[in-house]
C-alpha cells in the first residue's frame, strides 16, 4: 500500500472522527435538554436518563406561564421585517462593491468592514439615546433599525464576494444590449445569487431571532420583548424548576431548529458556491 493512500485514508478517518465528535458536542446538549423536558415536574432531572413517565406538561405550563405565544410573534416580526430589508440592502451593496467601480469605492467597503469588528455591547448605550430622543425605544422599530445597520457590513462582505465570482462577460453582453443597470442587477445578477441570498437570509434570521442583550435594554415593556428576553425573565423567576425551563428552551429555539432542517441544502450551497476574492 503506498504512502499516499494511506494518508488519503488516515485524513478520511480524522476528518470523520472530528466531524462526529463536533457532532455530539451539538446533539448530546440538546438530547439532555429534551428528555428533562418531558420528564414530571416531580422527578429528579438526571441528564441523559429516559423519562418513567412522559409528560408535555412543562410545554404547556411554560407557554401559559411566560406568555411565548405574544414572545414569538414580536420576534417573528421583527425577523421578518430585518430579513427582507437587510437582505435588499446587502445585496445592493454587494453588487456595487463587487461590480462597480467609483471614486472612493475601496475606502467606504474598508470602512463598512470596520463594522465587522464593533460589537453590539459597544453600541447599546448610544442607541438607546439616540432612539428614546426620537421616541421609539419600547417600539419594534428600536430593534429593526439598529439590527439592520448591524448585520449590513457582513451582508455587502458576502455579497460582495459572490457577485465577485460571477463572470463579468454576463454583465457586459446585458450592457452591451442596451440593458439599464437596474435590468443587469434585477435580470441577470440576481437569479445567479438566489443561493447566496438564500442563506443570507437565513443567517439574518437566526440572528435576529436570537439577539438577546438589545431587545433586553430597548424593549422593556412586556407585552412587545421577544422571545429570548423573555426567557431570560422566565429564567430569573423560575430557576429552579429545570423541566420547566428547558421547555422553555426548546419552545424559543425550536423555529431556529425548524429553520435549519427545512432550509439546511440551500444554506449548504450557498456556503460553498464559489470562492471568496477580493
Request: aromatic share 12%.
Amino acid at each position: 500500500m503506498s504512502s499516499s493512500v494511506l494518508s488519503t485514508r488516515t485524513e478520511r478517518l480524522t476528518g470523520t472522527v472530528v466531524l462526529w465528535v463536533f457532532a455530539a458536542a451539538v446533539l448530546v446538549p440538546f438530547v439532555s435538554i429534551t428528555l428533562a423536558a418531558l420528564q414530571p415536574a416531580d422527578a429528579p432531572a438526571a441528564g441523559l436518563s429516559w423519562p418513567t413517565t412522559l409528560t408535555f406538561d412543562n410545554f404547556r405550563q411554560a407557554w401559559t406561564t411566560a406568555g411565548f405565544g405574544s414572545l414569538l410573534r414580536s420576534s417573528a416580526f421583527i425577523a421578518l421585517v430585518v430579513v427582507p430589508i437587510g437582505s435588499f440592502l446587502a445585496t445592493m451593496a454587494g453588487y456595487a462593491f463587487g461590480t462597480m467601480r467609483f471614486a472612493g469605492s475601496k475606502l467606504l467597503f474598508s470602512f463598512l468592514l470596520v463594522g465587522l469588528t464593533l460589537p453590539p455591547e459597544a453600541a447599546v448605550i448610544p442607541l438607546y439615546y439616540d432612539l428614546k430622543q426620537f421616541g421609539l425605544t419600547n417600539t419594534y422599530w428600536a430593534l429593526i433599525l439598529p439590527l439592520t445597520g448591524l448585520y449590513m457590513p457582513f451582508g455587502a462582505f458576502w455579497m460582495r464576494a459572490h457577485f465577485l465570482s460571477v463572470p463579468k462577460e454576463l454583465a457586459e453582453a446585458a450592457r452591451v444590449d442596451g440593458a439599464s443597470e437596474w435590468t443587469v442587477f434585477w435580470r441577470i445578477m440576481i437569479p445567479t445569487a438566489r443561493p447566496a441570498i438564500s442563506t443570507l437570509a437565513m443567517l439574518f434570521f437566526v440572528w435576529s431571532w436570537n439577539q438577546f442583550l438589545l431587545a433586553l435594554i430597548l424593549i422593556q415593556e412586556p407585552s412587545r420583548r421577544t422571545a429570548p428576553a423573555g426567557l431570560g425573565f422566565f429564567i430569573g423567576q423560575n430557576t429552579l424548576d429545570t423541566q420547566l425551563l428547558c421547555a422553555a428552551t426548546l419552545i424559543v429555539i425550536a423555529p431556529v431548529v425548524a429553520l435549519y432542517l427545512i432550509g439546511q441544502r440551500h444554506l449548504i450551497r450557498g456556503m460553498t458556491q464559489g470562492a471568496v476574492k477580493g
